[in-house]
């Protein structure tokens, strides 16, 4: 049984490009989140989905980010007009129903130049 | 706020020692915990967890405490071996039905042979 997939696993943009980072949840898992993390810290909350809906995007920034998990396909952390700022390391996570363990990607360092 | 605390930045054991990484929480509300474990370029891996209704859980060698009075929960790693060097973060989850997790800052645990 395939892990939580993602990519790519690391991404350089220049700064006003936009980044893409894809999702593949564990198979039987419907629930994913995106968590971001910042040099020397911990994880942070960015977004929960279930298939076709936002359930809790209370840690995503107002602009700029977005995310989706489509009825078919993986789900989509998009990153507009990128800047300095945003290099991090951004985790997916998927469960396959409420209140249950989240299990981690590999995560996708991205890097602003 | 830094709801979830992980005061030791760093721990080294010997190895066949115990490891005893600790976590505080100001969130009276969170009543789920999590450890994860993580190397470098990698995703978090679950480790254990424990809900509020109990005070410890174990699995194996490791071995995860609660003192709700206190806000404080702990992990034991007992024998403690070289693969176990890693960052671990804490993480908890509130009784509002919220999935989301908040994690802690890490603490890098080295095992010297």
């Known amino acids: 049984n395939a892990g939580v997939m993602q990519n790519p696993r690391h991404l350089v943009r220049r700064r006003g490009q936009e980044a893409r980072l894809r999702c593949s949840p564990m198979k039987g898992h419907s629930h994913v989140y995106w968590y971001r993390q910042l040099p020397e810290e911990g994880l942070k909350f960015m977004v929960y989905l279930q298939k076709e809906n936002i359930i809790d995007e209370s840690g995503m920034p107002k602009e700029r980010f977005s995310a989706e998990f489509p009825k078919e396909g993986p789900s989509i952390l998009r990153i507009q007009q990128v800047v300095r700022g945003d290099s991090a390391a951004y985790f997916c996570?998927?469960?396959?129903?409420?209140?249950?363990?989240?299990?981690f990607g590999p995560g996708t360092r991205l890097l602003v130049l | 706020d830094q709801q979830v605390k992980q005061n030791s930045p760093s721990l080294s054991v010997q190895e066949g020692r115990i490891s005893i990484l600790n976590c505080d929480y100001t969130?009276?509300?969170?009543?789920?915990f999590l450890w994860y474990k993580k190397y470098p370029a990698e995703g978090p891996t679950f480790l254990i967890s424990?809900?509020?209704?109990?005070d410890k859980n174990e699995d194996g060698r490791f071995t995860v405490f609660l003192n709700k009075s206190a806000k404080h929960l702990s992990l034991h790693i007992v024998p403690s071996q070289p693969g176990d060097s890693a960052v671990y973060f804490c993480?908890?989850?509130?009784?509002?039905?919220?999935?989301?997790?908040?994690f802690g800052t890490g603490t890098r645990l080295t095992i010297i042979p």
């Open positions: 993480a908890a989850r509130d009784n509002f039905g919220n999935e989301k997790l908040t």
């Open positions: 424990i809900s509020s209704i109990k």
């Open positions: 996570a998927s469960s396959p129903t409420y209140q249950e363990t989240q299990y």
């Open positions: 969130n009276s509300m969170f009543d789920y």
